[in-house]
């Protein structure tokens, strides 16, 4: 039988035993760095992902943003357009309120200048019946020819 010296083995086991245990730690701080790794480039990933839909959703809010806007322009010049138009139409109106009094005034003082004439011409005409009873009729035959005065307005001419 042979006899082993187990000192030198053993310290030698020891070491090795001792490095593999190193090792082993090693390994699993490169195992959990790696899955870590992977992990941040996975999130990495995500943060990227969600900046992208958040830019899209930023850009879709300030689109509807300004579209609301453009709408909100809209809206308010048609309710200005809306207001003058009213504003026209109440003017409009009352030209034409303003007019047909004017025609009623005026038709009215039309009115009262015919009756007044009629009244006067009327007047007038009792007048010169009156005056006419009064004249006595005569009848008058001429004969011979005219002869203007020496002042006429003919000869002056």
Known sequence: MKVIC??????????????IAELRVVIEALRTER?????VKKLRGDVEK????????????????R??????????TKQEHDVEH???????EVREENLVADRGRFEAEMKFQRDHFDQ???????ILKAILERLP??????TGGATPRPASRKDAA
């Open 137 to 142: 009729v005569i009848d008058v035959a001429l």
């Open 67 to 76: 579209e609301t806007e453009h709408k909100t322009g809209l809206l308010k």
């Open 35 to 39: 899955d870590e790794t992977g992990r």
């Open 50 to 65: 969600l900046e992208l839909e958040k830019a899209r959703l930023t850009e879709d809010s300030n689109r509807k943003i």
């Open 6 to 19: 187990t000192q030198p083995h053993d310290a030698e086991r020891d070491k090795l035993a001792a490095e």
């Open 86 to 92: 009213a504003r026209r139409m109440a003017v409009l």
């Open 120 to 126: 006067r011409a009327d007047r007038q005409d009792e």
